[in-house]
């Protein structure tokens, strides 16, 4: 059987592959990127989904319109305004099988074999994989503790003249960084003065630990004259209600939000108007403050232990950031005491003691850093990161 010529440029998820490891008894894991199902609010959900089968039950089973329910985007559109999104209607976005699709659809809509798409490095893998998916050359900026590198971007859109730049600026995957304010209205700026789409992904911007993070790049926007035009906006509510949902939204200019609507039509049709319905429900009841408080607190301490943990099992032989939100700690092995500098080496060893975590490599879209770890503390409890930080310990 011959595939297609595309499938040449991706290969299966590390990280997925990497789950295959984890039937071990006992194991405990730091290598998932999702949220901990003990904090799904299910009263609250199965409430929401009760009224939607009660007050529209033909719509919410029925199929529906390709760019979302009407009732969810309305709750979307005031989501963002509380947010600090001024100006944006309900037909301003569409709804999204998950922030993923969003990906998928601006990688179709925009990017050719011929293009050059920058992005972090490290970023998200399945945006790597997405984007290679359509051919073009994926093209690494490197970050910080503070977010995207704006001199070494600036320099990159000179040089490369991407189609478009695409970054996660606010507790990031998976570096966790959380760009700076001045660093955001530059980007903005960027992407004006070189007219490049900017892709902004933002599903950790909620779970932050302490004081709330500067402005999403979309609240900005309105600082810096003509950058809405260039601006693309990926949310989600898989990491603050539930990925099971599979509930996205992608807001951009009604160009590229018409073409990304018709390349949806040819996809699923539409999001799962259930799936909406009971999502428009949940936001409509006025759970999601709380349920956001709860799991800031909640993922809070887990952070925080696992750094305390870090640093007292690891010691010099590990270089990290405190996170300040999000799911993930990013780090790099220095080698410091002989210790192993090789993460995917530590990965092995680490199974075998019973702990598991994700090297950092496969999050590069070139020129890897072997050293690199990511480490999540959404799923284990505060004992539990305890015991596997001094497995890993043990390893290295």
Not at 18 to 41: C, E, R, T, V, Y
Not at 80 to 97: C, D, R, Y
Request: proline content about 7%; glycine content about 10%.
């Amino acid at each position: 059987m011959q595939f297609a010529d595309r499938l040449n440029q991706v290969e299966t998820s590390a990280i997925r592959e990497l789950f295959k490891l984890l039937g071990k008894p006992g194991i405990i894991s730091f290598a998932g990127g999702f949220p901990d199902s003990a904090m799904f609010d299910v009263e609250g959900i199965r409430e929401a989904s009760q009224r939607a089968l009660q007050e529209e039950p033909g719509a919410a089973l029925q199929y529906g319109a390709t760019e979302g329910y009407n009732p969810l985007r309305e709750q979307l559109a005031a989501f963002m305004a509380s947010k600090g999104v001024k100006g944006l209607s309900p037909e301003g976005l569409i709804v999204t099988t998950g922030s993923q699709q969003a990906l998928d659809l601006i990688g179709k809509t925009l990017l050719n074999p011929s293009d050059v798409a920058l992005v972090e490095a490290p970023t998200f893998l399945a945006t790597i994989q997405c984007f290679r998916l359509y051919g073009p050359q994926v093209v690494g900026v490197p970050i910080d503790a503070h977010g995207v590198q704006v001199d070494k971007l600036e320099e990159m859109l000179i040089q490369h003249k991407p189609k478009l730049m695409y970054l996660i600026p606010t507790f990031g995957n998976p570096s966790g960084a959380m760009m700076s304010l001045e660093r955001r209205l530059k980007v903005l700026e960027l992407a004006v003065k070189y007219q490049t789409v900017l892709v902004e992904d933002d599903p950790y911007g909620d779970l932050y630990f302490g004081d709330a993070p500067p402005p999403s790049l979309l609240a900005l926007s309105d600082q810096v004259p003509g950058s809405r035009d260039w601006l693309v906006y990926c949310g989600s509510l898989s990491k603050v209600l539930s990925p099971g949902l599979r509930v996205g939204w992608m807001i951009a200019p009604p160009d590229l939000l018409a073409r990304a609507t018709m390349c949806k039509q040819f996809s699923d049709a539409h999001t799962s108007t259930f799936a909406q319905a009971t999502a428009a429900q949940y936001l409509k009841s006025g759970r999601m403050p709380a349920t956001l408080q709860t799991v800031r607190r909640v993922y809070g301490e887990r952070a925080k232990t696992m750094g305390e943990a870090l640093t007292r099992e690891l010691g010099d032989a590990l270089r990290f950031t405190q996170p300040q939100g999000g799911l993930f700690f990013w780090a790099n092995l220095t080698g410091a005491g002989g210790k192993l500098q090789d993460g995917s080496a530590l990965a092995k060893r680490a199974i075998e003691q019973g702990v598991a975590f994700v090297p950092g490599a496969p999050f590069f879209a070139n020129q890897p850093d072997p050293t690199a770890i990511r480490l999540s503390f959404a799923t284990a409890d505060v004992n539990s990161i305890k015991e596997g930080i001094a497995r890993l310990g043990q390893a290295l």
